[in-house]
C-alpha cells in the first residue's frame, strides 16, 4: 500500500479550492478535451489498435469516483479514460499509455484499455473484470482495510454469464462492492432492446443484492445520489448495484457508429458539459476552460516527445516507481 497516493480521490476533491460545481465541471471538462484531442491524435496516426471514448458518459465518473477513498478498488472496462481521470488526475501518464510510450502508465503496453495504476484496473474483456472485482472486494473485507470496490459495467455486458457468477458469490460472502452499470442503450451497433430480456435491477435484486436505478447525466445530481449509495456499501459491507441510463454521444470505438442520427442529435441536449457549464458564472467556467487547455496540452506535448515502449526494455512501471 505504500505506494498509494495521498490523497485518495474522495479527499483530493473536497481539498481542491473552488465550489463542487466547479470541481465537477473542470474534471469533466478534463476528460472531455482529454478524449477529444486523442481522437484527433489517432487521425494523425499516433494510437495503435482502437479506443473507446465516453463522450457524453462523463458524469458517471465523477459522480461516483469522487466518494472512493484511498485504497479503494476500482475497476473499469474497455470504455476506461473517464474513470482513470476522476480517480488519478493524471492526464499525462494516460496520455503517454495510449500512445505506447514508455511511460505511460503500463509502460505503453496496456493502451487504451488496460490500465493499472495503484488501486485501479481496467480490462477490455467484457464482463471479465468483474468476478476480479469482487475477488478484490472480499480480500479488502477479508485484510480488514476497510476499503470497499467499484466497478463499471455496460448494460451489453449483462449477456456475459460470469457476471452472474460474480453476484451470487458477492452477495452470498457479503462483498463490500459497488457495480456500477452505464446504461447507454447500446452495445457496440446493438440496441438494449435487443440484448437484454427483463430488467437489470431485477436481476441484481433476485442476487439478494440491492439495487436502484437513475436517469441522469447531471453530474451534480449524480454525486448527491452516490454519496449514500457509497457509503452504505462501506458501513453495510453489502454489495449494491445501480444503473445509470445515460448515452454515448460518439462512436463505440473508432468510426463504428450504427446508430440512428436522429437518436444520437437528440441526446445531445443532456451533454452533461455545457448541462453543468449553464450553472457557472462565465468567467469561472472560461478560467477553467483555459485551464484544462494548458493541462491537455502539456499532457500531449509531453506524451509526444516519450520514448515509444520497446519490447526489448520492458520495465515494470509499478516496481520502478516503488520507493
Ligand atoms: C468477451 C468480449 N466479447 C466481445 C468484446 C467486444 N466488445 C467490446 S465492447 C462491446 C460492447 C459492450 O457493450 P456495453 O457493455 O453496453 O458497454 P459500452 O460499450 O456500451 O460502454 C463488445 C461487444 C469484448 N471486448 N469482450
Ligand atoms: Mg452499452
Known sequence: MERLHE??????????????????????????????????????????????????????????????????VVF?????????LAFSDE???????????????VGGRGGSQHICWESFY???????????SVGMALAEKFSGRQAMATVFLGDGTFGEGVIYEAFNMASLWSAP????????????STPVEKELAGDMVARATSFDIEA?????????????????LVAGVRE????RLEVIDTYRLCHHSKSDDKRPRQEVEE????????KLRARLDDSAAETIDEEVEERIEAAFSWALEQPMANDEELVDPLVEAAP
Not at 122 to 132: E, L
Not at 267 to 274: A, I, S, T, V, Y
Request: hydrophobic content about 30%; proline content about 6%; overall charge neutral.
Open 122 to 132: 481496467s480490462n477490455g474483456i467484457q464482463g471479465g473484470i468483474v468476478p476480479v
Open 7 to 72: 490523497p485518495g480521490p474522495e479527499e483530493r476533491f473536497l481539498q481542491t479550492p473552488g465550489s463542487r460545481r466547479e470541481k465537477l465541471y473542470r474534471q469533466m471538462r478534463l476528460i472531455r478535451r482529454f478524449e477529444e484531442r486523442l481522437l484527433r491524435q489517432f487521425d494523425e496516426g499516433d494510437v495503435s489498435g482502437t479506443t473507446h471514448a465516453c463522450i457524453g458518459q462523463e458524469a458517471d465518473a465523477v459522480g461516483v469516483i469522487n466518494h472512493l477513498r484511498r485504497g479503494d
Open 212 to 228: 436502484g436505478q437513475i436517469a441522469s447525466t447531471d453530474a451534480e445530481e449524480l454525486y448527491d445520489h452516490f454519496q449514500p
Open 177 to 188: 462492492i459497488l457495480f456500477v452499470v452505464e446504461n447507454n442503450r447500446w452495445a457496440q
Open 236 to 239: 453495510s459491507g453489502r454489495p
Open 76 to 84: 473499469s472496462n474497455h470504455r476506461c479514460h473517464g474513470h482513470f
Open 267 to 274: 441526446h445531445r441536449k443532456d451533454d452533461p458539459l455545457p
Open 91 to 105: 492526464p499525462k501518464l494516460l496520455a503517454a499509455e495510449v500512445l505506447g510510450r514508455r511511460s505511460g502508465v
